[in-house]
RNA sequence: GGCUCCAUGGUCAAGCGGUUAAGACUCAGGCCUCUCACGCCUGCUACUCGGGUUCGAAUCCCGAUGGAGUCACCA
């Protein structure tokens, strides 16, 4: 049988990290097996309906790299993919269900249904309808008396079913609800939607959150009824926030678009996801796409709900992000030089710097804020334990830079470097607390993407040369 | 509350009856070094608890505890 799984998002307008790695294990375990990953759109809830929504989900697929291979856009022959296109389809499912007996009409209003809950406010449908005769509902029919259909579920027994994941799942039938298949509109609800959706697209691997894992057996119950070959299940534990919270649009901004925006690499967002909550065989970390489908298999999959821990992630991002090519981190930098205090300065000179010291982009704008922004500062800047340096010693030595900012020709890096070099030989002096005093007498900041020459020769010579002055006086006029 | 599921360091996790209980992130220390990073090295920290079964249990069973999910004319 060919391997066909699917994701089935609701059109809400965001991809959430979650729904992100369901559809890439989806995609994983299809193209591990060669077989098909199909889109489907949920939208039967009109209510909650978003302008523009399928298009994310459409971007995120793509720049995720997880494409699907039939979906809205991509006819594979059993459309429909958009669930509110199919509408009409659902309700001679359900009647037909209703003439094998395992549904049945209901016409019990809010009222009696209320009337049923328990203390705890918890109802179960009592089966009052299921009792009503042929005739009866024939003409509660006719006379156009609103209803609903119901599944018909026995009422003593077990069911059960093997999850690819969690193994066996029993439930006990009268633990369960007759629950609504058509609502009084005449829709599906979603888990009739699904169980119809699924069997007429061929859907042989069902894959998606554990929060179906107990209510998968009513499922099952209805591919019965219709005499449907029941799909494989693989559910997964969910992402949490913490130990208690699951990662939702409430707590935190977990969606794939705000991590994009903030700087993170999408392979490096699919990369960590897919370790979220599975594990290959190997100790691997950062894997390609194609090695993630080649190794992915169901053995790694852990029952155990995972915290997302976005300091791994940015971990991981920055593992990608210095493998780049220079050229294309340059490329990738760029926007966000564009609106920091770089403006004007050497894009490729200050990305290479860079590229070795940024977790995710967005950092930055942060750490080229000194190339605009100088300033006195306290001479502590000037203390460094292991170098043995401190005001003092600045003060001593600093006027030293002064020539040679003024004499070496060209103003690049490693004439510069090789000058102070040679400098320093020649006055015995520690090239390292030289350099350390320079630094942070031209940047006046304790931490930067390079050192004294380099950013130096960021600066150019005029600027350079105009900061140690301003720093040297500044250590003068202070003792 | 009923039902279902889960439980290894702070986090992600390997482990499938006999291991010094992997590895990664974080953190600490060191090396390297023109700052900070990067890189390299070292180190800290774990089997929720209690009973079984077994020569032997993180691994199997039972119970407790803790946590999650579910119990809609939402998806």
């Known amino acids: 049988m060919r391997v066909r799984t699917r994701f089935a998002p609701s059109p809400t307008g965001f991809m959430h990290i979650g729904n992100l790695r369901t559809a890439l294990y989806a995609y994983l375990y299809a193209k591990h097996n060669n077989g098909d990953f199909i889109l489907r759109i949920e939208d039967t809830d009109r209510e909650r309906f978003v302008e523009g929504a399928v298009e994310v989900i459409y971007s995120t697929l793509q ?78 029919l006719a006379a156009g008396v609103p209803y609903v259909i119901r599944q018909n579920i026995p009422t003593e027994g077990m069911t059960e079913y093997e999850d690819m994941v969690y193994g066996t799942i029993r439930v006990p039938c009268a633990d369960m609800e007759d629950e609504i298949l058509l ?31 107990s209510s998968t057996p009513k499922y099952n119950l209805m591919y019965d009824a219709f005499g449907w070959e029941r799909p494989r299940y693989m559910h997964l534990p969910p992402i949490m926030k913490d130990a208690t919270r699951k990662l939702s649009k409430r707590y935190g901004d977990a969606n794939f678009e705000d991590f994009i925006a903030k700087g993170y690499l999408p392979e490096a967002i699919v990369n960590y996801i897919a370790l979220l909550g599975w594990a290959p065989k190997t100790n691997d970390e950062k894997m390609s796409l194609q090695t993630l489908i080649d190794s992915f298999d169901v053995d790694g999959i852990s029952k155990s709900s995972s915290i997302f821990d976005d300091v791994k992630m940015r971990w991981l991002n920055a593992q990608y992000l210095k493998e780049l090519p220079e050229e294309e981190f340059l490329r990738m930098a760029t926007p966000w030089l564009e609106q920091s205090q770089a403006k004007g300065y050497d894009y490729a000179l200050l990305a290479h710097l860079l590229q070795g010291r940024v977790e995710i982009l967005s950092e930055i704008p942060e750490k080229v804020a000194f190339l605009n922004q100088f300033a006195d500062f306290d001479k502590e800047l000037y203390f460094h334990k292991k170098l043995k340096c401190d005001a003092a010693l600045a003060k001593e030595i600093l006027p030293i830079a002064v020539d040679v900012f003024q004499t070496t020709e060209p103003f690049d890096n490693q004439t510069l470097f090789d000058a102070f070099g040679a400098v320093c ?55």
Request: aromatic share 8%; net charge negative.
């Open 63 to 140: 720049k995720s790299g997880i494409p699907h291979d039939e979906g809205p856009d991509k006819d594979g022959g059993v459309g429909p993919y958009i669930q509110s296109e199919r509408k009409n389809l659902y309700k001679q499912y359900a009647e037909e269900l209703v003439r094998r007996g395992g549904a049945y009409y209901c016409f019990c209003d809010k009222d009696r249904l209320n009337g049923l809950a328990d203390e705890n406010g918890i109802r179960k449908y009592d089966k009052h309808c299921l009792h009503l005769s042929q005739e009866e509902v024939q003409a509660k």
């Open 183 to 213: 609502k009084s509109d005449g829709m599906p609800t979603y888990n009739f939607a699904n169980v119809v959706d699924d069997h007429l697209m061929n859907i042989s691997h069902v894959i998606r959150g554990n929060e179906y894992l």
């Open 425 to 479: 030989e020649e006055k015995g002096i520690k090239k390292g607390q030289l350099l350390y005093c320079l630094r942070a007498a031209v940047t006046g900041v304790p931490s930067t993407p390079g050192g004294a020459t380099e950013i130096a020769v960021l600066l150019g010579r005029e600027e350079a040369l105009r900061r140690l002055l301003f720093s040297i006086e500044h250590l003068s006029t202070e003792a």
